[in-house]
């Protein structure tokens, strides 16, 4: 009887631990992925706060080593390896107080970030020019032209945001942002318009007010904010699952650990 319970809480760690590497290769893709990201609100997110590089990172190495960890645990459950148990045991739950960890300080953190947020994106319509000066505020504009095309809105608070761009305000007939155009959902559907546009027919007017602008009158920040908490509830899911696992992972090792007295590192595969 206890041969057997052994033997099936050896092919549960082992099914748990796969399942652990493919989570750990989906917290590992999602940090790579807002680094590399460059056409959504997400680059604006991880270039207007460090810490949202820092946290990219921080997913990216949480992931590799939960792979490792995965990789190990398998191998140490098969062949009953008190060793490399004991191991995966000790880093598992490293990793699992370094995830408890950045989660408490994104949380106490987040009123930062969002001030962060708002101050940068700010900035990017306030300085956005026809002709970026440099690469990073050509990305820069264009992620954040994307969001007010995709999200369907204008400006931070309101459409009066842009008032506060010289470039925009200097033009005579009425002209505005090209990706706030108020467009229909089947016009809308993969299309980012750039730069500024004149208002076919407009004549010479010495002013250009944003009541005769042809864009979207909302705001992006509720908006923008919503898909942040919409995404942040997927990462929460993910990292939630992983977190399961973990414990589980943890709970397993200690029963086989415990139920194991002898060792043969010969069943060990050598590489």
């Known amino acids: ?32 992925w807002i680094l590399a990201d460059r056409s959504s609100f997400v680059s604006v997110l991880q270039t207007s706060s460090s ?6 990172y921080v997913f990216i190495g949480v992931g ?24 995966y045991f000790a880093f598992l739950l490293l990793i699992l107080i370094a995830q408890v960890t950045v989660g408490v300080l994104f949380y106490f953190n987040s009123g930062k970030l969002k001030q962060e947020v708002g101050t940068m ?17 050509e990305q820069l504009q ?15 608070v309101s459409v009066y945001n842009w008032v506060n761009n010289s470039e925009l305000m200097d033009f005579t007939v009425t002209t505005y942002p090209c990706s706030c155009e108020n467009m229909t959902e089947e016009d809308n559907q993969n299309i980012v318009k750039k730069g500024f546009c004149e208002v076919n ?12 602008w042809p864009v979207y009158t909302e705001g992006c920040m509720e908006k923008v904010q919503a898909w942040l908490q919409e995404n942040l509830g997927i ?7 992983v977190a399961v696992v973990e414990l589980l992972g943890l709970l ?14 010969s069943k060990v595969p050598k590489y």
């Open 1 to 32: 009887m206890g041969a057997a319970c052994i033997k099936v809480t050896k092919y549960f760690l082992f099914l748990f631990n796969l399942l652990f590497f493919i989570l750990g290769a989906v917290i590992l893709g999602f940090g790579v």
């Open 51 to 56: 810490s949202m590089q820092v946290g990219a």
């Open 64 to 87: 590799a080593v939960t792979m490792v960890m995965g990789f190990l645990g398998c191998i140490g459950a098969v062949n009953e390896v008190r060793c490399l148990l004991g191991l």
């Open 121 to 137: 994106v700010m900035s990017i319509i306030q300085n956005y020019k026809v002709n970026a000066s440099s690469s990073r505020d």
């Open 142 to 156: 264009e992620a954040w032209d994307y969001v007010q095309a995709q999200v369907q809105c204008c400006g931070w």
């Open 201 to 212: 027919g407009s004549s010479t007017q010495g002013t250009n007010r944003p009541e005769d």
């Open 235 to 241: 990462l929460l899911g993910v990292c939630s699952t």
């Open 252 to 265: 397993l090792s200690i029963c086989l650990c415990r139920h194991i007295h002898s060792e043969d590192y």
